[in-house]
């Protein structure tokens, strides 16, 4: 049975990686199976939040408590999130922007076949994301 990356804590990029090549690291190191991402993205400054909620409001996103950070569903293949390309394309403009974050995967779920509903709902205090 493979290891989930999000079981033990978070996942999250390595200093002077972009967030782009974080994403592309972190989708590899994932099974087949995989069906649903809640990810988060803390910025490294709270100057370009503005700037880099525009750029990702594709990706449906919803900010975290104090933090300049967002969170966001990513779906494989169906129900509800943002599409694995679009995730992609919305991070790679934050790197051509010069916008730094970290990027952590904090739930990961695979095998999930919905059935009458777009996706699973998770919550996180109190909640419903």
């Known amino acids: 049975m493979e290891q989930n990356p ?5 996942s999250e990029s390595g200093a002077g990686q972009t967030l782009a090549a974080a994403w592309d690291g972190l989708t590899e190191g994932l ?3 995989w ?18 909620s525009l750029i990702v409001s594709p990706l449906n996103p919803g900010r975290c408590d104090e933090r300049a950070a967002f969170r966001f569903r990513v779906g494989h293949d169906f129900g509800y999130g943002a599409a694995p390309a679009l995730v992609r394309r919305c991070l ?14 904090l739930s990961v779920l695979a095998q999930r076949r919905p059935f009458e509903t777009q996706g699973p709902v998770w ?7």
């Open 92 to 105: 790679d403009l934050l790197d051509e922007r010069g916008i730094k974050g970290r990027l952590r995967l």
């Open 35 to 52: 069906s649903d991402l809640l990810v988060e993205v803390e910025l490294l400054s709270d100057l370009p939040y503005f700037s880099a």
């Open 31 to 33: 099974s087949d199976d």
């Open 123 to 129: 919550r996180i205090e109190g909640r419903s994301l």
């Open 6 to 10: 999000a079981e033990n804590g978070v």
